[in-house]
């Protein structure tokens, strides 16, 4: 196996944690802030607009895509004798799959579903009830796959510092693997 086909994996590798990371660091960082501090009504209206939209070609590859990239890195890197980095391309794979994708289709997807399902009250109290019930849970989720989302980002990159066997030199002079 050559090293440039190797190199192209990883670089997709890296960009693709770097795509999903960042679209749940966005929820963290702006808009789920942004929706608590509007009206509740106005915040389910949009967070029901956002998650229909989400569903779409442009998400679909990072979301779905990153775990099986990183496998076949792994793979890869396996064929490539760069165990170590083979080792970590895997485990970010893993570590996505489970806490990024599975925790979003059995615990976020459901959330949003049911948000959906819910018509806007005009009552106030209500719609800050259904919002507060909403948003409080979702974030903590949120911010769990974003943390493994991030995890993920820097394996993948620490998976392609070792592979290149002056990173790999490097890193074994200070920390003896």
Not at 53 to 60: I, L, Y
Not at 146 to 158: D, F, H, K, Y
Request: glycine letters at 6%; one cysteine or more.
């Amino acid at each position: 196996m050559s090293t440039p086909v190797l190199y192209m994996f990883s670089i997709l590798s890296l960009l693709s944690s770097g795509a999903i990371f960042g679209f749940f660091y966005a929820w963290v960082c702006s808009t789920m802030w942004g929706l608590d501090a509007v009206d509740p009504a106005l915040a389910i209206g949009a967070m029901q607009a956002m998650n229909a939209s989400v569903r779409n070609a442009v998400f679909a590859p990072a979301f779905f895509g990153t775990p099986f990239i990183l496998i076949a890195t792994a793979m890869l890197a396996w064929f490539c004798q760069r165990r170590a980095a083979s080792l970590i391309f895997a485990i970010a794979g893993l570590l996505y799959l489970s806490g990024g994708m599975i925790l979003t289709m059995t615990v976020n997807v459901p959330m949003n579903e049911a948000l959906a399902a819910v018509a806007i009250p005009q009552d106030a109290t209500e719609a800050r009830r259904i919002w507060e019930n909403y948003s409080g849970p979702w974030q903590f989720w949120n911010t769990v796959r974003t943390i493994i989302s991030g995890v993920t980002l820097a394996l993948t990159g620490i998976a392609i510092f070792i592979s290149n066997p002056r990173g790999h030199e490097r890193l074994s002079q200070k920390f003896p693997i």
